[in-house]
């Protein structure tokens, strides 16, 4: 079953803009991960964030936890044209053997 | 440059046709899987390999057959498919075991259309 869903499913900025994506889940988790990809090419994972941990930075990505409402957060600071691509986030869930279960994902449009 | 090659990156096929798509990793992992990438849905998990063996298989049709040789090649043997089997297969491997706490490595995946 779908364990990842994330909020909104388009979004569209100006450049220098932030973007932030929300994920949603329904189970405990071991860990949450945001990956992201590029029109009709493999996903590119992004950062890791541990089920102990609420916070997580990684250049321009901040990655916040709340695992009291099972929802994440990843926030792309001064975004770029470069960054448009689409978004997801998925779950390492404690009774899903290690397997990664993903989202819907976000579609990011930056405009230059 | 992931360490996950994946070919062919594109490939069209009757429905009557046999086909396999291959995907390789050169990462030392233990762990390979498959996934359906299907226009607005959420990205289907397949079938999963943990130390060549198939740990999971998530209901998939019997026309999608999984052949995991040794832990770095991932074969997918496709016959007889539909048109609604047409999609974007991509492969991903990992480290399992060690830590519940590790990344996925995804190929570029391969473009099929059922025609």
């Known amino acids: 079953s779908q364990q990842g869903e994330e909020d909104p499913q388009a979004l569209s900025i100006q450049e220098g803009e932030n973007a932030t994506m929300n994920c949603s889940y329904k189970?405990?988790?071991?860990?949450l991960q945001w990956y992201r990809q590029n029109s009709g090419r493999g996903l590119v994972h992004l950062i890791l964030?541990?089920?102990?941990?609420r916070e997580k930075h990684s250049g321009r990505l901040r990655v916040t936890l709340d695992t009291s409402k099972k929802s994440s957060s990843l926030l792309i600071t001064a975004s770029r044209a470069a960054d448009t691509a689409s978004y997801f986030c998925?779950?390492?869930?404690?009774?899903?053997?290690?397997?990664?279960?993903f989202g819907q994902g976000t579609e990011l449009s930056v405009k230059p | 440059e992931t360490g996950v090659t994946q070919t062919p990156r594109h490939l069209v096929m009757g429905m009557t046709n046999k086909k396999s798509l291959k995907c390789e990793q050169h990462?030392?992992?233990?762990?390979m899987y498959w996934y359906k990438q299907s226009a607005k849905k959420p990205l289907e998990l397949m079938f999963v390999?943990?130390?060549?063996?198939?740990?999971e298989n998530n209901s998939v049709p019997s026309r999608f057959s999984p052949e995991c040789p040794n832990s770095s090649h991932l074969f997918l043997h496709l016959h007889t498919l539909q048109p609604e089997d047409s999609a974007l297969y991509l492969c991903?491997?990992?480290?399992?075991?060690?830590?519940?706490?590790?990344?996925?490595?995804f190929g570029q995946g391969t473009r099929l259309t059922v025609v």
């Open positions: 390999y943990n130390f060549k063996e198939q740990t």
């Open positions: 990462l030392g992992h233990n762990a």
């Open positions: 998925a779950t390492d869930a404690h009774n899903q053997g290690g397997k990664l279960i």
């Open positions: 189970t405990s988790i071991n860990n």
């Open positions: 991903a491997s990992s480290q399992e075991g060690t830590s519940p706490n590790t990344e996925a490595f």
């Open positions: 964030i541990r089920s102990n941990e």
